[in-house]
């Protein structure tokens, strides 16, 4: 592998390292809120869970949906608490309490330190919920939503900058599905109302459920011909999961992201080309993750109870190594993804889980997520790579490491993110890193496991990293071992 500072892809946006609270299962109730824990503050938000979040230093935050936001009346979520109504919420088939809403979750961002980004409802609404809203949230005062704030006790606006035009319009699952054309249109004239109402605001405008839907990547071309003059963004979601306990395959999906973020890129550029535009659509990857351990659970609920524990994923060793080359993939397309969700953040597919009124623990995948945030902050540099390669069910020529690279110009420190994808095999990486000079390794944290499904529980954490990883300079330079199949960063200052 071979590294130069000059080889920069591009500065990374810290919101890339962004998260997803769902108003679903436990996210909400039960994670991020629960008035009688015992960690419980005084707006009854878990104070354990405020900590835990910190750690992961979540720079922007999705909110109040996915699917739930497609039939969602945000006016339910506002004002004295005990005269909000419960709904039959039709995404999740649940009872939504409204304990919390818009500005409850505003309160619980300031407190972790996180910028919201909210979604407005496409599906069963439309231009006049979404510009309410707005004002509601952003306007400063003396017109009826803006003062309706106040007089719930938020004399100053929230300054809510980056708006969602709905979520997963193309899919058949949603609440208000649309096609491409219904959906563009709808997003466009929503878009121009709600700048009008702000005009500082950015808007994602709504691409593809996943790369594996019947309509991408012509769903893209038809929204965003639309769209374009409005958007900063567009929307790409894709979760992953072995469901053959094929681990080699498993491993590769980040190939598949990969393809995916350069078709949605080419697409974006195609019709900035048609359109004669000086605009650049960005990225914002705003729902990623892997899903499918609790597919099956989740088929028995009986329908309508009140924040029963929903897609509880419990993650596994290699879904890990999985999500550590999926931050990869985001790194290496610094330069065009500018927004990431991992979805989702409190029990919910998350990497945090909370017993209810009880502890909480660390995920798997909390390790990989919490070391690219924190230490992944800088330049994205752009590593020549010679690696051996494989083939799988899915994939052909695999390489069997993964890597990016940070350049941190504040700290003037480098960072080296490693998967070994080798099942049986360690790696030995040689890393001419001839631009960094001098440079000590200062630690090579390792997230290795003999047991590829081993888990993490309240009780007892199997998956966790250790600082004792095999490297050291030689020769200018630097050789790093990478255990067989495992997560590594080397940090060198
Ligand atoms: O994150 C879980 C769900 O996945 C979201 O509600 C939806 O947008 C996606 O299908």
């Known amino acids: 592998m071979m590294l130069d500072k000059e080889f920069v892809i591009s500065e990374i946006d810290p919101r890339i390292y962004g998260s997803f609270i769902e108003q679903l299962g436990r996210a909400v109730y039960g994670g991020i809120y629960e008035p009688n824990h015992p960690t419980a503050d005084e707006n009854g938000f878990r104070q354990d869970v405020i900590d835990l979040v910190k750690q992961l230093q979540v720079p922007i935050i999705r909110y109040p949906g996915g699917n739930m936001v497609s039939a969602y009346n945000w006016e339910d979520g506002i004002g004295p608490k005990e005269e909000r109504p419960h709904r039959l919420e039709l995404a999740w088939r649940v009872t939504e309490t409204n304990q919390v809403g818009t500005n409850e979750f505003m309160d619980w961002s300031k407190a972790v330190g996180s910028e919201a980004m909210m979604a407005v409802n496409l599906g069963t609404r439309g231009i006049d919920a979404a510009r309410s809203l707005l004002e509601y949230c952003n306007h400063p005062g003396g ?42 249109r709808l997003a466009a004239e929503t878009g121009k109302a709600m700048r009008q109402v702000d005009p500082t605001i950015e808007l994602v405008s709504c691409g593809s459920s996943g790369s594996g839907m019947p309509t991408f990547p012509e769903w893209e071309a038809t929204t965003l ?23 080699a395959n498993y491993l590769a ?76 993939t985001l790194l290496k397309h610094s330069d065009r993804v500018k927004i990431a969700c991992m979805a989702q953040l409190v029990n919910v597919i998350a990497p945090i889980m909370t017993e209810t009124g009880g502890g909480i623990w660390k995920q798997s995948i909390f390790y990989p997520y919490y070391y690219t945030s924190v230490y992944g902050r800088g330049v994205a540099l752009n590593p020549i790579i010679i690696s051996p390669k494989y083939d799988s069910k899915d994939y052909t020529d695999v390489p069997y490491l993964d890597s990016s690279v940070v350049y941190n110009e504040e700290n003037d420190e480098l960072v080296i993110f490693a998967v070994n994808r080798h099942l049986q095999n360690r790696l ?43 490297s050291f300079i030689e020769d200018d330079k630097l050789v790093g071992v990478l255990p067989k199949m495992s997560w590594n960063m080397i940090r060198l200052q």
């Open 253 to 328: 999906n980040s190939l598949d992201m990969d393809n995916f973020i350069n078709t949605v890129i080419a697409t974006c550029d195609y019709m900035k080309a048609k359109k004669r535009s000086k605009k650049t659509i960005n990225l914002s990857f705003d729902e990623w993750n892997v899903w499918f351990h609790s597919n099956d659970q989740d088929n028995k609920l009986e329908p309508w109870a009140i924040a029963p524990p929903q897609l509880e994923d419990i993650y596994t060793f290699e879904d890990a190594i999985l999500v550590g080359s999926m931050l990869n």
């Open 225 to 247: 011909e639309h769209t374009y003059e409005f958007a900063d963004y567009i929307s790409l979601h894709q979760y992953y999961g072995n469901r053959d306990d094929d681990t």
């Open 428 to 470: 030995k990486v040689d890393v001419d890193i001839r631009s960094f000079d001098g440079f000590e390794i200062v630690e090579h944290v390792v997230l290795e496991n003999e047991d590829a499904k081993a888990v993490n529980t309240l009780r007892n954490e199997q998956v966790k990293p250790h600082s004792q990883g095999l």
């Open 143 to 184: 017109t009826y939503w803006s003062e309706l704030r106040k007089q719930h006790g938020y004399e100053q606006p929230h300054k809510i900058k980056t708006w969602c035009l709905g979520n997963e319009m193309d899919g058949p699952w949603q609440i208000g599905q649309k096609t491409a054309y219904e959906y563009g």
